[in-house]
């Protein structure tokens, strides 16, 4: 059975960092294409950022370019979102995400809360 977990949420004033944490069960991360995506309150999703199998490759939405970081340890099978200055726009449920470029087999997390407020 394949688990996305992700943590590391919470509350966190303007200005503010947290980490976000995806460990994986179940697959190798290794071979997927990693993205973090958010959905705020009364809002879609919105893919906030993506980093291929061996880490060599980032990408960022540019709300976040120069915010956040993401990177991975694919010896222990985990994600992460480096998030700071954040902002009350950054308020949202945020989603990892797994997925297999060839194959295009997909997996989700059950998302963890970021909420920004002073």
């Known amino acids: 059975q394949v688990q996305l977990v992700e943590s590391g949420g919470g509350l966190v004033q303007p200005g503010g960092s947290l980490r976000l944490s995806c460990a994986a069960s179940?697959?190798?991360?290794?071979?997927?294409?990693m993205n973090w995506v958010r959905q705020a309150p009364g809002k879609g999703l919105e893919w906030v950022s993506r980093?291929?199998?061996?880490?060599?490759?980032?990408s960022y939405t540019d709300s976040v370019k120069g915010r956040f970081t993401i990177s991975r340890d694919n010896a222990k099978n985990t994600l992460y979102l480096q998030m700071n200055s954040l902002n009350p726009e950054d308020t949202a449920v945020y989603y990892c995400?797994?997925?297999?470029?060839?194959?295009?087999?997909?997996?989700w997390g059950q998302g963890t809360q970021v909420t920004v407020s002073s």
């Open positions: 995400n797994a997925r297999h470029s060839i194959s295009g087999a997909e997996y």
């Open positions: 980093i291929n199998s061996d880490g060599t490759s980032t």
């Open positions: 179940g697959i190798s991360i290794s071979i997927y294409t």
